[in-house]
């Protein structure tokens, strides 16, 4: 076997592609309960920042794991509220917003960071906590599996229920009914007497406290400090892994885990005798060609379904297959 | 005075908005320094008292234009292109490479080596504008990955490749005296990346509102189903602009590598940062070629003033991304002081009609 692929088949290989996949699940799933309500947040890199640094402030002042934990994820709820009252109340463009939010989240965490520890490139210097691993009793016992599965961080067993927590909200729920209606149609849905951009603004908010979590397992699981910047762009593939997995739970848990491995490998990959540089751009450029497929099935579709639509007569003519929505 | 309030209201909303970031900023600064007067003296006042920071806030605002009118061009279109950053990246590196490895006299090899930053750049952001345009994947998203890869591609380019081992950092080879741009001003490393940079923003600006290829990229940004049905190939309208925009970002990271440092110096992702500052003022200038001038040496006065800041007092420079992000929250804001619009409309018309 070459080295290559015993590294993959390796147990050490299936345990990483959980611990890189947390941060993308937690995030992807915030993206996508945004985008379900036609509001696409874009701004989870900075939540995601904003979190972790909170995260690792509270908990080296107060030396509480659960205060952390509250003011982390108050945090991102706030940037979604922020983002929300820019984009909803001020009428400012969702996109430029987001932009602005996340360059706010740049500047004032390091801005913040060197008042609290006089460091600007991370807070080694302040003893902040973790959250603990966590050993499955049974699920520990079995061969191989038992290693992948267990002894993860508790963020990771975190993320895999808030897809179940994602799920609930968005099929179970009279706010996900609102969510999605709101979405789809908005003109539809307010016509029912749904408020729009009541609905858009918890959607928002929603979208920060899961990008929250990611953020707080950056800076307190993944790593034990905060550094300026550690988000490294994972609010973005974080993006492309929600596109890709169609804003659904199970898709977006798919997407986030197809997203962990190429990270995962990438690491990997590092130890053959490649430029690290030409490693390091692995899984932003399987980004790219996975939106791209992605994009091109979804165009697929429509278009085949614009096809059917003419061929029943249900229209009779359509310049831009990108214009066209079902109705029903 | 109410008709002038009207007529120039967004230009005022946008001063409004920078002068309610430079009160804040104030604030920050007598809330946290322990010589307030000081520094704020440092921070409003520094870039103009010595000669050497008054020529860095021309030097800075050199590539920043350049980025400037990049990002103007992809989003008078409505195409949230960010990727001026990996054009800027990868145009310069390329165009570096390039401009070590030939060596011709200079009233040719300063365009050569411009124009393959350039065409670099536009190859680059050709990738996202043509997933765009085929395949409907989202240009900002695309773009944003193609920074990191850019940035990747580059930094293995400059130091497998063309790594200057005696330099003691990890640089380029210098390029050869017949690539550099003259500094023109003696005393300061003004060069005349800022004179090809105001150039361009004339060119930028009659190619927008005064051809007809200009026109079709306003309209499709303005309406893309109205460009449609008026017959613009919106398919042709994706790909320029953002083509355009690659060009645009390449040449403003070459006349910097050309003018300032001779070779090229960026190691880390984020720096020079110039891709991001374009969208900071193309946002404040509104995408127009002509006010992009202004806002580039407002956010170059602003950076300057935050270095100094850095240096001399108690406060980190960062304040000023704080201060920027506000700014360009209150500028997109729309109905941020429509009120005040409104009541102004309200007044005049009421008079109008009294009359």
């Known amino acids: 076997m070459s080295p290559l692929l015993r590294s993959i088949l390796s147990i050490e290989f299936g345990f990483a592609v959980f611990r890189v996949m947390t941060p993308l699940l937690f995030a992807a799933i915030g993206v996508s309960i945004s985008n379900l309500a036609g509001t696409i947040n874009i701004s989870m890199e900075g939540t995601m920042l904003v979190s972790a640094f909170v995260g690792v402030l509270v908990s080296a002042f107060t030396e509480s794991l659960v205060l952390a934990l509250l003011a982390g994820v108050a945090a991102g709820v706030a940037m979604g509220a922020a983002l929300s009252y820019f984009h909803l109340r001020l009428k400012a463009d969702i996109i430029l917003a987001a932009i602005a939010l996340n360059l706010f989240a740049t500047g004032i965490t390091v801005f913040l960071l060197f008042l609290a520890s006089g460091d600007k490139g991370s807070s080694s210097s302040l003893k902040s906590f973790v959250f603990p691993d966590l050993n499955i009793p049974l699920i520990k016992s079995i061969p191989v599996l038992g290693a992948i599965i267990s002894g993860h961080n508790v963020m990771t067993y975190g993320a895999i229920l808030a897809i179940v927590v994602f799920y609930i909200i968005t099929f179970k729920t009279p706010l996900g009914l609102r969510i999605r209606a709101v979405g789809q149609n908005p003109n539809a849905a307010e016509s029912v007497g749904i408020n729009v951009n009541r609905t858009r603004m918890w959607a928002l908010m929603l979208s920060g406290f899961f990008g929250a979590f990611g953020g707080l397992y950056l800076s307190m699981g993944y790593v034990s400090w905060f550094a300026r910047d550690m988000t490294a762009g994972r609010g973005w593939i974080a993006i492309a892994a929600a596109t890709l997995g169609g804003y659904m739970p199970l898709g977006t848990f798919l997407a986030s885990l197809l997203f962990g491995a190429v990270n995962a490998l990438a690491i990997y990959f590092a130890s053959l005798q490649i430029p690290s540089e030409l490693i390091a751009l692995i899984p932003y450029l399987a980004t790219v060609i996975a939106l791209t497929i992605y994009s091109a099935q979804a165009l697929k579709t429509r278009t085949r379904r614009v096809e059917e639509a003419k061929r029943v007569g249900k229209i009779t003519e359509v310049t831009d297959v990108t214009e066209f929505k079902e109705s029903s | ?141 695309s773009s944003l990955m193609l920074n990191y890869v850019a940035y990747f591609i580059g930094l293995y380019l400059i130091n497998f490749h ?106 880390n992702l984020g720096q020079p940062g110039y891709g991001w500052d374009g969208v900071i003022v193309a946002i404040i200038g509104r995408n127009h070629p002509l006010l992009i001038i202004p806002a580039s040496f407002f956010l170059a006065y602003l950076r300057v ?16 991304t704080v201060i920027q992000s506000i700014i360009i929250l209150l500028i997109t804001a729309e109905a941020f002081l429509s009120k005040w619009k409104y009541r102004i409309t309200v007044r005049q018309a009421e008079r109008g009609s009294t009359a």
């Not at chain 2, 109410?2 to 804040?24: C, D, N, Q, S």
């Not at chain 2, 004179?195 to 923003?201: E, W």
């Not at chain 2, 935050?306 to 960062?318: F, H, I, K, W, Y």
């Open chain 2, 305 to 320: 003033g935050g270095r100094v800041l850095n240096l001399m007092s108690d406060v980190p420079a960062e304040m000023i």
């Open chain 2, 162 to 267: 063309f790594r200057d081992k005696e330099a003691g950092f990890l640089v380029s080879y210098q390029l050869p005296e017949s690539a550099w741009l003259a500094q023109f001003i003696p005393g300061t490393r003004i060069h005349y990346g800022i004179i090809l940079a105001l150039v361009f923003a004339l060119l930028v600006y009659y190619f927008l509102y005064h051809t007809t290829t200009g026109y079709e990229i306003r309209i499709t940004g303005f309406n893309e189903r109205f460009a449609r049905f008026g017959g613009i190939s919106v398919f042709k309208v994706i790909i320029l602009c953002q083509v355009i925009l690659g060009f645009l970002a390449a040449l403003g990271g070459m006349t910097e590598v050309m003018g300032i440092h001779r070779r090229f110096v960026w190691q």
């Open chain 2, 1 to 141: 005075m109410e008709k002038f309030l009207l007529k120039y209201f967004t230009l005022i909303r946008v001063i409004i908005a920078i002068a309610i970031g430079i009160v804040i900023s104030i604030f920050l600064i007598y809330l946290i320094s322990e010589e307030p007067g000081f520094s704020l003296k440092s921070f409003l006042l520094g870039p103009f008292l010595s000669r050497s920071r008054l020529a860095h806030v021309f030097e800075t605002a050199s590539p920043i234009i350049f980025c400037g009118l990049a990002i103007a061009v992809a989003f008078q279109a409505k195409q949230f292109n960010v990727g001026a950053e990996g054009s800027l990246y990868l145009g310069a590196a390329l165009g570096t490479a390039f401009g070590v490895s030939t060596n011709m006299p200079a009233f040719i090899h300063i365009p050569l080596v411009l124009l393959m930053a350039g065409l670099a750049g536009a190859m680059w952001s050709f990738i996202p504008a043509i997933l765009k345009a085929r395949w409907q994947a989202s240009e900002l998203v």
